[in-house]
């Protein structure tokens, strides 16, 4: 059997062996080369997304173009003609991030043909074999590329004899149909019209080729491998150990740009991304030498492009939305089309009410979305809200004039206290004030002093310190006031309620500021019990400031009220 034969049928099984190269999507972008850009005139994406003109060819030439890369709608270009293909160019970041889960396939097809052939052009034997003898067999080579990936329209294998050649030597192209009728395949020898496939701009360039055989920069990187010869089966092998080399990660390239093919003067609908890599022979010196390049088009009318992305990858960043106002969301789902992304406004902003047709996409206000090409309005909310719908306040409006008023007539009764105080010390030798005990007087005013507190902790906003500071007040006011009242009342009922006739001792008032110190300790005692409950319910999500709201739903904060307090409240009323 001829070693070309013997090729051939090892051929299949290892086209259809999967051999990843890429070993992790997330570093596809920094480890595959990219392809550079179009030749001739230079020309990129305005920030909505769309492309350019090139200044050698008119406007209206490639508008239906434009517009199907919008719409997705194939009837536009069923009317427009076409004497090139057109090719979208200034893409020269990396591929989005989602195409490489569909293109996983084409890729393990490049990588496992150009492996392929790097194992056969590296073997001694096939070394200087002539390409018109092997013909039959690179044509099986690139048709079994074709079929390796249903989205591959086109594959195609240069070979090149002579490396400093600056047109290869072989050019083979295997084509399907774009039709899902017929499916059958087309395969044309292009080798002497290789400057036909490279019409001027926009049409795509070379770069595919010339950029894998004279790249700017170093080529790709190459793993070498040896291989030890322990084989049986021949007698007298000609070799114990070979040198050979693979192509890594880094050898699959891709185009500046996507591309609508053009065919009998139509364009084709769907456009086109190239991939190609490159295969290497050996120098006498057993160093690569460069041979030929694998190519494919595969269509990526299916791959959603995403203009709210951030990088630098493919239209990455080019919505129209507001980049302070609006956050960009993709529609997914649509295709190779540009356009297909909803603005939808920040929080804090809010988009007002449009005319009727002015919003397509449904009623305005917080959190609706307006897609491309209708872009809504977003104005900021009252400043203090979070989140809004219009531009109503959300936060109730302080009337301060009222408040200082309150303020006003709650100081000046405290102030009357505060007076009654010095009154009652000045006049401590009075008979009235002796009989009624100077120091449980002043206990009393105190209390009310206490009491009459809360309404200036009021006037504040509101927070956790001044809710507890509230509570203190109040309680420590009440049981001071309430105490000593009571306990007046029970040295007096002790007195004249007695029905023995011997004299009952008399309570001193500074007996009955002991008992009242009984009475203060435990209700601080309660209130310490209480502020450590309150700290623990924080650390739970229980706060103690609540956020409440009027009838017209506009919001306040409000120290929480729980039962206790209402039963103070009542009890301060009833007495």
């Known amino acids: 059997m001829s070693p070309v034969l013997f090729l051939l049928q090892l051929l299949p099984p290892l086209l259809s062996a999967q051999v990843t190269i890429i070993s992790e999507l997330g570093t596809t972008t920094e480890s595959i080369g990219n392809g550079t850009g179009a030749s001739g005139a230079t020309y990129s994406p305005d920030p909505s997304g769309s492309v350019a003109t090139p200044s050698d060819a008119p406007e209206e030439d490639w508008m239906p173009a434009e517009a199907f890369l919008f719409s997705g709608d194939s009837t536009v270009l069923e009317r427009a003609e076409c004497d090139r293909a057109y090719s979208l160019s200034g893409q020269s970041g990396p591929l989005p991030h989602g195409f490489f889960g569909p293109l996983r396939s084409s890729m393990d097809a490049l990588a496992n043909m150009a492996n392929f052939l790097n194992m056969i052009f590296q073997a001694s034997d096939l070394r200087e074999s002539s390409v018109r003898d092997d013909m039959e067999w690179y044509h099986a080579m690139v048709r079994s590329l074709l079929e390796a990936d249903p989205l591959i329209r086109h594959a195609l294998l240069t070979f090149d004899a002579d490396p400093a050649a600056p047109v290869p030597q072989l050019v083979l192209r295997a084509s399907r149909n774009p ?8 395969l044309q020898d292009l080798s002497s019209r290789w400057e036909s496939l490279h019409p001027p ?41 070979g040198d050979s080399y693979v192509t890594n990660r880094s050898g699959v390239r ?22 190609s890599t490159s295969f290497y022979g050996l120098k006498p010196d057993l160093s690569p030498e460069f041979r030929g390049v694998i190519r494919v088009d595969v269509n990526v009318q299916g791959f959603d492009v995403n203009q709210c992305a951030t990088g630098d990858a493919w239209f990455a960043n080019t919505h129209e939305c507001n980049r302070t106002t609006m956050e960009c969301e993709p529609i997914p789902g649509q295709g190779f089309r540009l356009g297909q992304y909803c603005c939808r406004c920040r929080e804090g902003y809010y988009s007002p009410p449009m005319d009727e047709g002015g919003a397509p996409n449904g009623s305005n206000g917080e959190g609706v979305s307006v897609c491309y090409p209708a872009l ?15 531009s109503a306040p959300c936060w109730v409006e302080e009337d301060w004039f009222l408040r200082a008023w309150v303020l006003a007539v709650q100081g000046f009764f405290m102030l009357l206290v505060f007076i009654s105080m010095l009154v009652a010390y000045q006049f401590r030798r009075s008979r009235r004030i002796r009989a009624s005990g100077l120091l449980l007087l002043e206990t009393i005013l105190f209390g009310s002093l206490l009491l009459y507190f809360p309404v200036f902790i009021l006037y504040f906003r509101p927070s956790t310190f ?5 509570r203190w007040v109040r309680h420590l006011g009440f049981a001071i006031v309430y105490g000593t009242v009571t306990l007046k009342m029970y ?11 011997q004299r009952v001792p008399y309570m001193s008032s500074v007996h009955l500021l002991r008992l009242l110190g009984f009475m203060v300790v435990t209700v601080s005692w309660f209130l310490c019990a209480w502020t450590v409950g309150v700290l623990q319910n924080r650390d739970r999500n229980i706060p103690l400031l609540i956020t409440s709201t009027t009838s017209d739903g506009q919001g306040f904060n409000v120290c929480d009220l729980d039962r206790w307090d209402y039963m103070m409240a009542v ?5």
């Open 376 to 390: 809504p309005i977003c104005l900021p909310c009252w400043p203090g809200c979070g989140s809004c719908v219009d």
């Open 201 to 241: 701009a926009p049409a795509p360039d070379d770069t595919w080729f010339s950029g894998l055989k004279f790249p700017d920069s170093p080529g790709p990187t190459l793993s070498k491998r040896v291989l030890f010869n322990d084989l049986s089966t021949l007698d007298t092998p000609k070799w114990g150990r």
């Open 254 to 275: 891709w185009a500046g740009g996507p591309f609508l093919e053009c065919e009998d003067g139509r364009f084709l609908p769907g456009w086109l991304l190239t991939l």
């Open 179 to 186: 039709a899902p009728v017929y499916q059958n395949i087309l």
């Open 491 to 501: 040295r007096v009922l002790k007195v004249f309620l007695s029905r023995t006739a």
């Open 466 to 470: 001044r809710c507890i500071l509230l």
């Open 571 to 575: 009890g301060g009323w009833i007495t």
